[in-house]
């Protein structure tokens, strides 16, 4: 079983929709989470921190479910520039360091 | 203008050779990863850093070497001896890598392909 699982999609939406995804994780002991977005043939770059009230920037809204070991993320009136792929990333223990753990990513299509 | 470098963008080596990939920062972060990333998979842990002159091994770093000489600088070697170097690698650092897991920031990658 991955440690990281996400729907790879692809999603692909009209302009202005709404759109979720999901993302499980197996280590209950995970401390921190993240959603990365990465163009195209280009780097991940950090969108938010996942923390456990929930937050919020802009259009993007993030929730974390601890009991379930789910986290979401939540893109509202979304953009052509929003087409990407996602990436959902919790931290594990390793030794005497935290290491950061990446989902496959879930790919987004926005269309006119 | 702080930031992370990789050089070269895109390499390409013959089969059997060794080939270093540079990776530079100047955010004077403490922690330095190195990461490949295979067509629709996820990023996979090569090596990280915490801090100059140690390094570890993460998940896959058969067939890899790196050295953490400086602060700024953390170049990986891709030996002849990894199986399958195509590949995207990606550099990142955090201010540190210890305790708590700081964000991760990354370099803008290079591409090897091996012919």
């Known amino acids: 079983r991955k440690e990281v699982e996400q729907d790879p999609g692809p999603f692909n939406v009209p302009e202005g929709a709404t759109v979720a995804f999901n993302c499980t994780y197996s280590n209950s002991a995970s401390q921190s989470f993240f959603w990365y977005r990465q163009d195209c043939r280009k780097e ?59 989902g496959s990513g879930t790919q987004l299509t926005v269309l006119p | 203008d702080g930031g992370i470098t990789q050089s070269p963008k895109y390499l390409f080596r013959k089969e059997g050779q060794n080939v270093t990939l540079s990776c530079e920062q100047n955010l004077n972060h403490d922690a330095m990863y190195w990461y490949r990333q295979d067509p629709g998979q996820g990023l996979r842990l090569i090596y990280y850093s915490q801090i100059v002159n140690d390094f570890q091994k993460g998940d896959i770093a058969e067939g890899y070497s790196v050295s953490r000489e400086k602060k700024e600088s953390f170049p990986l070697t891709v030996t002849s001896a990894q199986k399958n170097p195509t590949a995207f690698y990606l550099c990142a650092s955090s201010v540190q890598g210890g305790w708590r897991t700081d964000t991760q920031y990354f370099g803008p990658g290079t591409r090897l392909t091996v012919l």
Do not use: H
């Open chain 1, 44 to 102: 991940p770059k950090l969108l938010m921190s996942v923390y456990s009230s929930g937050n919020e920037d802009g259009r993007f809204t993030a929730q974390l479910n601890r009991a379930s070991q789910y986290i979401s993320l939540l893109i509202r009136d979304s953009k052509l520039s929003d087409s990407a792929t996602y990436l959902c990333v919790v931290n594990y223990e390793s030794g005497s360091a935290r290491q950061l753990t990446f």
